[in-house]
């Protein structure tokens, strides 16, 4: 997931289509249940916020790593 919104260059304040991250990532082989759950745990560690339109903000920068 970091390496897909890496190469999307998200920043803070950034919204980015949902779509633009789980196309990609389900033809690499991951469940739409393991973007969903991906995507939760980094709202809750307030990374980013699902918004509606099936879009993310991102609220902080990415974790080094």
């Given amino acids: 997931m970091f390496e897909r919104l890496r190469a999307l260059k998200a920043l803070p304040d950034m919204s980015i289509n949902v779509p633009d991250i789980g196309v990609p990532l ?25 918004l509606p339109g099936n879009r993310l903000l991102m609220l902080k920068e990415l974790p080094v790593g």
């Avoid at 033809?27 to 980013?48: N, P, R, S």
């Fill in 26 to 50: 389900t033809a690499a082989g991951f469940t739409q249940d393991d973007i969903v759950e991906v995507l939760y745990a980094l709202e809750q560690d307030k990374i980013i916020a699902l």
